[in-house]
């Protein structure tokens, strides 16, 4: 069970600071105060610290008192869950802190909003779900009787917890969803894999066998290359051929000797005695004549000249000439002889040069005869047809053969897809016998957890339970002239009877404290059904704002009566102008728009 015990706050709505109020101490108080004074906030304020929201939506600026120089307000609450204390403090100003203590344990999460969502799981009832059960005021009635036959049944779904089934059931509906994709995807694939089984199954898929390519003729290529090349040059060829054939005469013309002087003879030193020779000789002539010249006496010195020596001279000197000049005659003939000779060797030696000159220049190898173009074009045509009858058959190979291997290729290529889609077909037949399987079974969990599966069941027992609650304090409340009657219609209807003295009537048909003895008993019957439900989430708290003020005297003291009576709550009667002499009170005065508890 939960037990709200001590809120504290100061500056939130039209409060001012330190404001305590003890929610576990009495049965039953009186909140008393003027209309305006702010006893109706109460209920917000802890609405605020517990959920971070109130059921009027006001915003949290406009939660601060505006009448109070404060910039910031704070909301403290003491609760506790079995054996478990809780300590909720949020100040909030132009940031908001929120501190969560359990057992004197700081167990506040990073920030404000997990911190409220872990309050949430704490009491174990959402936000809306608590304000119908702890509060309720005579201007509104109980959402669960005001809602129409459709959502009647959502709405006590919702307010007896029983929407965890329904939670359970969406699941599983989405679930079936997500497996009904997967099945129209399965399927669809199934479909396409089977339609290219049977697409490809009736290809030719019978492999062919390629054909013979012709090889190329390298020779009569290069033949023909040279053929274009000559053709070409043919007038530069043609005219080597003269011209070689032209050194061919030319050295052919050229008699060598067949034995060749030799050239080594050196006749200088012949030469020279020549000179030598000749040179006496004319000295001894000159001398001879110049002696014979002279007379008796001499013409220098005057002196007589002696024959016998002059004769004895000139016959001296005769003999140089006669022996020089028979030298003279002999080098002579041996120089000319060796003239001839070094000629002669010259000219072999010219004519060995020539030959050689000219053997170098001549190709042998160069045809003698001159080339005929038109014999060589017809040379060439007949290569170059043969040539290109071969490249015809290669490129006609070639394509045929590209058009095998093409088709073989697909062949592979088809016989690999199918397999691979035989494959596929196989585990997509499993899948979608599983997906199948599943939806069978999600099927039935979806219906066992929908509206009108378990949940229906369950509300039909529960409906049974309400019903006898509802009567036995509707019972009490009207001296037992109402009764209530509540029958499930249909997948999501709930009807509400009302029953006066015996005669059916339409619940909007109530005066207003008749409405309010209604409200009254349904509320405290289900907050009864809850408590047996879900114990952990039993609160100790009820606000009955201005409830009693449309009751007669009879039907207040009844509802004081019953409320005393009750185990475990802790009820506020809220009013303006009702007080019972009995009941602890606590007042709510205003002074300068501030509002303060009085005890």
């Known amino acids: 069970m939960i037990t ?34 702010g006893k109706t906030s109460i209920a917000l304020i802890l609405e605020e610290v517990l959920y971070n929201k109130n059921t009027k939506g006001i915003k949290k600026t406009n939660i601060l008192n505006r009448y109070c120089k404060e910039k910031e307000y704070s909301i403290e609450l003491e609760f506790s869950k079995g054996a478990h204390e809780y300590i909720i403090n949020t100040v909030r100003g132009s940031t908001q802190k929120v501190t969560l203590l359990e057992n004197g344990n700081d167990i ?31 201007s509104t009635s109980l959402e669960f009787l005001r809602s129409p036959d459709t959502a009647r049944k959502k709405f006590l779904i919702e307010l007896l917890n029983l929407g965890r089934y329904t939670k359970i059931g969406e699941y599983f509906k989405k679930e079936v969803s997500l497996l009904g994709r997967d099945l129209d995807v399965a399927t669809g694939k199934q479909e396409t894999v089977q339609q290219w089984i049977t697409k490809y199954a009736k290809s030719d898929l019978v492999l062919k066998q390629r054909v013979a390519v012709p090889k190329v003729d390298e020779l009569s290529i290069s033949e023909a290359a040279e053929l274009r090349t000559t053709i070409r040059n043919i007038e530069a060829i043609n005219k080597r051929i003269i011209q070689n054939n032209t050194y061919k005469n030319m050295r052919n013309s ?7 002087p030799s050239s080594e003879t050196d006749s200088s ?6 000179a030598n020779s000749d040179k006496t000789v004319s000295d001894a002539t000159l001398f001879i004549s110049k002696m014979r010249r002279l007379d008796a006496v001499c013409p220098t010195c005057t002196q007589d000249i002696d024959a016998d020596k002059i004769a004895a001279l000139v016959a001296e000197h005769t003999h140089l000439v006669t022996t020089h000049t028979s030298l003279s005659k002999e080098l002579g003939k041996k120089i000319l002889e060796a003239g001839v000779s070094k000629r002669e060797a010259a000219a072999a030696k010219e004519a060995q040069e020539d030959w050689e000159k000219y053997h170098l220049l001549i190709d042998d190898s160069m045809e003698a005869e001159t080339l005929d173009k038109e014999t060589l074009v017809s040379s060439l045509e007949i290569l170059e047809t043969s040539i290109a009858a071969i490249s015809a058959s290669i490129t006609a190979a070639n394509t045929a053969n590209e ?29 979608v016998s599983d997906i199948n399987d599943k939806l069978s ?3 039935i969990l979806s219906k066992t957890f929908s509206t009108t599966g378990l949940v229906a069941y369950k509300i039909e027992a529960l409906v049974v339970d309400l019903q006898e609650l509802s009567n036995n304090y509707l019972t009490d409340l009207s001296a037992g002239r109402f009764q ?18 015996g005669n059916d009537i339409d619940i909007q048909a109530l005066s207003a404290g008749e409405m309010a003895r209604v409200n009254v008993a349904v509320l405290l019957a ?37 409320l005393l009576e009750e185990t475990e709550l802790n009820t506020f009667l809220v009013s303006h102008d009702f007080t019972h002499p009995l009941l602890e009170k606590v007042s709510v005065v205003k002074h300068n728009n501030i509002s303060e508890i009085e005890l």
Do not use: C
């Open 484 to 501: 209530i009657s509540f029958q499930v219609s249909g997948a999501d209807k709930l009807n509400v009877i009302i029953t006066d003295n």
């Open 269 to 274: 030193v012949d030469v020279v005695a020549k």
């Open 108 to 138: 506040s999460a990073h920030t404000a909003t997990a911190t409220y969502k872990m309050i949430e799981e704490i009491i174990g009832l959402e936000h809306k779900t608590f304000a119908q059960i702890v509060y309720q005021s005579s």
């Open 441 to 443: 079974l999600l099927a």
């Open 4 to 37: 709200l015990k001590r809120m504290t706050w100061s500056n939130a709505f039209s409060y001012g600071a330190s404001n305590t109020i003890d929610f576990s101490t009495n049965k039953l108080t009186q909140l008393i105060g003027s209309n305006g004074n």
């Open 254 to 260: 050229i008699v060598l000797p067949i034995s060749v």
């Open 526 to 562: 289900i907050r009864k059904l809850m408590s047996s439900l879900y114990e952990e989430s039993r609160l100790n708290l009820l606000f009955l704002d201005e409830t009693v003020s449309s009751l007669d005297a009879e039907g207040k003291e009844r509802l004081i009566e019953i």
């Open 403 to 431: 058009t095998v291997e093409g088709h073989n290729n697909k062949v592979a290529l088809l016989e690999t897809q199918l397999e691979e889609m035989r494959t596929d077909l196989v585990g997509l037949d499993v899948a």
